[in-house]
């Protein structure tokens, strides 16, 4: 779920007199990016330097596409990004948009070329560039006017993966009722369109196809298909409760889509400011330094989930030679939505007694009285904090038993503190526990969330520079 990275009024402040330098691995899409730069203070005149790098071809070349329009396009260009976004059906209005803006990105000559005629705001390696090109030309040149077949393919995935689309019929049941008629029709049709809703729709969206879900670069040449993975859809990128606080509908589309229109067209205020700078990376995360100029020190470093897939101290590792660690609010910001099912399912003794707690907060909250009174899950209720913890020390202790066997050194390890984790990168981990996390949320209340699909399992760590706070 999208938040600011950079939340400078608890961190450096909101006049902070230097510019920022930000690092997303795994960037997945641009609401973070989008978010953060819609939360920045006007007291804030200093220049943002973003690194947004992912190892999926497909992904950046949305992200960069998107970019491209949002830096070259009128005020109404925003309508059509949200669309191209999220939405299956296009209008004519944005189909077209999105093939002359094709044809023009295919056109550039040079990654010199991209810089200049967007103001020097989009930076890429030449190789990295001619890969999305090769993206750009497939999504031009694919059969989808007046066709249905990536709507099909949607369908076919949300079946087959349903857990994990969350859209199960226990979605509907869970979100308050009247937002049951706009979630089930858009789980249906997939219609986010945000242009000419009062005639057909022209096309399917190109941009929301990759060849197999983005992870297997050598397939680029093969089947384009449907690859939207879960989080990118719209009401589980964005948080409910911040949506519902800008625009309240019973319509999900009007509601999501309202906020996510002012969101971008806030980000494209500080586009046409020239104060933000975009350098794209189109690699593996662990070979990021090869693409990144020596000394670049970042002061916030977003890593998605990839602790997930990358044991902790290994990503830390990375990431701390990257942190500017003379600010002392630089932050290191990672993932897991794992850890519960890794760890082995963590005790959660009284359960029924959870539910019960739960059924009865849920039917206090605003919105859910007139039906629907289902929580999603127990999660938020228990205290896990020792479990959480002790997987946490496991991952550091795997990781220094590992390094150990390698140097076949057979002195006895003690599992680290809680309190040490991370002081070997010279990092402190802020103590999530008491709540002093400054940037994201620790552990969601995911109840309250239950339209973005929030499970409770999510935490999310902040790590800085050690000695500095
Ligand atoms: C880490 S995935 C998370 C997706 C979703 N939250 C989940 O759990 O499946 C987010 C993004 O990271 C990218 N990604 C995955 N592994 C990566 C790696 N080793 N280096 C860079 N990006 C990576 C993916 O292409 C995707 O766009």
């Given at each position: 779920?999208?938040?600011?990275c950079?939340?400078?009024?608890?961190?450096?402040?909101?006049?902070?007199?230097?510019a920022?330098?930000?690092?997303f691995?795994?960037v997945?899409?641009?609401?973070?990016v989008?978010?953060?730069?819609a939360?920045?203070?006007?007291?804030?005149?200093?220049?943002?330097?973003f690194?947004?790098?992912?190892?999926?071809v497909c992904?950046?070349?949305?992200?960069?596409?998107?970019?491209?329009?949002?830096?070259?396009?009128n005020?109404?260009?925003?309508k059509?990004?949200?669309?191209?976004?999220y939405?299956?059906?296009l209008s004519?209005?944005t189909y077209?948009?999105?093939?002359?803006?094709?044809?023009?990105?295919?056109?550039?000559?040079?990654?010199?070329?991209?810089?200049s005629?967007?103001?020097?705001?989009?930076?890429?390696?030449?190789?990295?560039?001619?890969?999305?090109?090769?993206?750009?030309?497939?999504?031009?040149?694919?059969?989808?006017?007046?066709?249905?077949?990536?709507?099909?393919?949607?369908?076919?995935?949300?079946r087959?993966?349903?857990?994990?689309?969350k859209?199960?019929?226990?979605?509907?049941?869970?979100?308050?009722?009247?937002h049951a008629?706009?979630?089930?029709?858009?789980?249906?049709?997939?219609?986010f369109?945000?242009?000419?809703?009062?005639?057909?729709?022209?096309?399917?969206?190109p941009?929301l196809?990759?060849?197999?879900?983005?992870?297997?670069p050598?397939?680029?040449?093969?089947?384009?298909?449907?690859?939207?993975?879960?989080?990118?859809?719209?009401?589980?990128?964005?948080?409910?409760?911040?949506?519902?606080?800008?625009?309240?509908?019973s319509?999900?589309?009007?509601?999501?889509?309202?906020?996510?229109?002012?969101?971008?067209q806030?980000l494209?205020?500080?586009?046409?400011?020239n104060?933000?700078?975009?350098?794209?990376?189109?690699?593996?995360?662990?070979?990021?330094k090869?693409?990144?100029?020596?000394n670049?020190?970042?002061?916030?470093i977003?890593?998605?989930?990839?602790?997930?897939?990358?044991?902790?101290?290994?990503?830390l590792?990375?990431?701390s030679?990257?942190?500017?660690?003379s600010?002392?609010?630089?932050?290191?910001?990672?993932?897991?939505l794992?850890?519960?099912?890794?760890?082995?399912q963590p005790?959660?003794?009284?359960?029924?007694?959870?539910?019960?707690?739960?059924?009865?907060?849920?039917?206090?909250?605003?919105?859910?009285e007139n039906?629907?009174?289902?929580p999603?899950?127990?999660?938020?209720?228990?205290d896990?904090?020792?479990?959480f913890c002790?997987?946490?020390?496991?991952?550091?202790?795997?990781?220094q038993?590992?390094?150990?066997?390698?140097?076949?050194?057979?002195?006895?390890l003690?599992?680290p503190?809680?309190?040490?984790?991370g002081k070997e990168?010279?990092?402190?981990?802020?103590?999530?526990?008491?709540?002093?996390?400054?940037i994201?949320?620790?552990?969601?209340?995911?109840?309250?969330?239950?339209?973005?699909?929030?499970?409770?399992?999510?935490r999310?760590?902040?790590?800085?520079?050690?000695d500095?706070?």
């Amino acid at each position: 779920m999208a938040f600011d990275c950079l939340n400078l009024v608890e961190n450096e402040g909101e006049d902070y007199g230097s510019a920022l330098n930000l690092l997303f691995l795994g960037v997945g899409d641009l609401r973070n990016v989008a978010l953060t730069c819609a939360s920045l203070p006007d007291s804030y005149t200093n220049k943002l330097l973003f690194t947004l790098n992912d190892t999926a071809v497909c992904v950046l070349a949305r992200l960069v596409l998107f970019l491209y329009m949002l830096i070259k396009g009128n005020s109404e260009v925003v309508k059509m990004v949200t669309e191209l976004w999220y939405s299956i059906p296009l209008s004519e209005q944005t189909y077209k948009y999105l093939a002359k803006t094709l044809e023009e990105l295919i056109d550039i000559r040079s990654a010199e070329d991209l810089k200049s005629r967007t103001s020097e705001l989009i930076n890429i390696a030449e190789d990295h560039l001619k890969k999305l090109k090769g993206v750009w030309k497939r999504w031009l040149h694919l059969r989808v006017k007046g066709t249905d077949w990536i709507l099909r393919q949607r369908i076919e995935n949300m079946r087959k993966y349903e857990s994990k689309y969350k859209f199960d019929p226990e979605y509907i049941q869970t979100i308050p009722k009247r937002h049951a008629i706009s979630a089930r029709k858009w789980i249906e049709d997939g219609d986010f369109r945000r242009t000419d809703l009062e005639v057909p729709a022209f096309a399917e969206n190109p941009t929301l196809t990759g060849y197999d879900h983005g992870y297997h670069p050598s397939s680029v040449d093969g089947l384009y298909s449907y690859a939207v993975q879960w989080d990118g859809l719209p009401f589980c990128g964005w948080d409910y409760l911040q949506t519902k606080r800008f625009k309240d509908s019973s319509c999900l589309v009007t509601m999501f889509g309202e906020y996510i229109e002012h969101i971008l067209q806030r980000l494209k205020n500080t586009l046409s400011k020239n104060q933000v700078k975009f350098q794209v990376v189109l690699c593996d995360c662990v070979h990021i330094k090869n693409h990144l100029e020596t000394n670049t020190h970042y002061d916030r470093i977003l890593t998605s989930n990839m602790m997930d897939y990358i044991i902790l101290p290994v990503l830390l590792e990375l990431c701390s030679h990257l942190l500017n660690h003379s600010n002392s609010c630089a932050t290191i910001i990672t993932e897991t939505l794992t850890w519960a099912g890794d760890f082995g399912q963590p005790i959660r003794s009284s359960k029924s007694k959870m539910i019960r707690i739960a059924e009865a907060d849920v039917r206090r909250y605003p919105g859910f009285e007139n039906g629907h009174p289902k929580p999603a899950g127990f999660q938020e209720y228990v205290d896990d904090s020792w479990d959480f913890c002790n997987y946490l020390r496991a991952l550091f202790n795997a990781y220094q038993l590992k390094k150990r066997m390698a140097t076949q050194d057979s002195t006895r390890l003690k599992v680290p503190i809680t309190k040490e984790l991370g002081k070997e990168f010279k990092l402190r981990l802020r103590d999530c526990f008491r709540n002093e996390n400054k940037i994201v949320f620790f552990k969601m209340s995911a109840n309250r969330r239950t339209v973005s699909s929030v499970e409770g399992d999510e935490r999310f760590l902040e790590w800085i520079p050690l000695d500095k706070e």
